[in-house]
């Protein structure tokens, strides 16, 4: 068990650029959930999975904003003509429902839109 | 919609002693999980403790216990034999039943003091 891996760790952007963003989940979970840090605060909920469907997405989530998990496994983020609003940590976690809903974290991708 | 107060933006404690975090939170929910997750600095979430709120003992985890009262919508966690790692952003966080989606306070920076 490897633990959930984000990347990049870190991404400095011009502002109107588009950003991708991946996250594998712990090899056998099977939801796994998108959250946006700014500083000083607690996490945002984004969107989230089960298996490859989308199952949810926050209005904190724009039409700029979409997520895929084409496989059932790792997922990736993308960020198009992005704004200086948008810099933030970008946290993924996964879960294994129906086991244990407990939310295991990545390390979290750091954007800075210029 | 869910909402989580941690009223206390900042507490210190001497090494070795013990501390008290305070949690409070508004749910329509009868069935639900809580976590307490610590994040520090520069570095990734990390799960301190979970309690599924149709239990009524008290979750414990080696130094760190939490005294959950559902009917009052607090779940407070309790740090004992404070150590210099337990220095981090605490957070609370119950969870929506369904889709399990997290609800984060603004957090409770914990300092210890050597």
């Known amino acids: 068990d490897t633990g959930v891996s984000q990347n990049p760790r870190h991404k400095i952007t011009k502002r109107g650029q588009n950003v991708t963003f991946r996250c594998d989940p712990i090899s056998e979970h099977n939801r796994l959930y998108w959250y946006r840090q700014t500083l000083g605060q607690g996490p945002e909920f984004l969107t989230y999975f089960q298996n490859e469907a989308q199952l949810e997405k926050s209005r904190l989530l724009s039409d700029r904003f979409s997520a895929e998990r084409p496989k059932g496994s790792f997922s990736t983020l993308e960020i198009q003509r992005t704004e200086q609003g948008d810099s933030a940590m970008y946290l993924c976690a996964s879960s294994f429902f129906g086991r244990s809903e407990t939310q295991y974290f990545g390390p979290g991708t750091r954007l800075l839109v210029l | 919609a869910q909402t989580v107060t941690q009223s206390q933006p900042e507490m210190s404690v001497q090494e070795a002693e013990t501390v008290t975090l305070s949690c409070t939170y508004d749910?329509?929910?009868?069935?639900?999980?809580l976590f307490w997750y610590k994040q520090p600095p520069s570095r990734q979430m990390i799960l301190v403790i979970r309690q599924e709120a149709y239990k009524q003992q008290n979750a414990t985890e080696n130094r760190f216990s939490v005294n959950f009262q559902k009917a009052a919508k607090s779940f407070s966690l309790k740090i004992s034999d404070s150590q210099l790692g337990d220095a981090a952003m605490y957070f609370c966080a119950p969870s929506n039943f369904g889709n399990e989606k997290l609800t984060f306070g603004t957090g409770t920076r914990l300092t210890i003091i050597p």
């Open positions: 749910t329509s929910e009868s069935d639900y999980y």
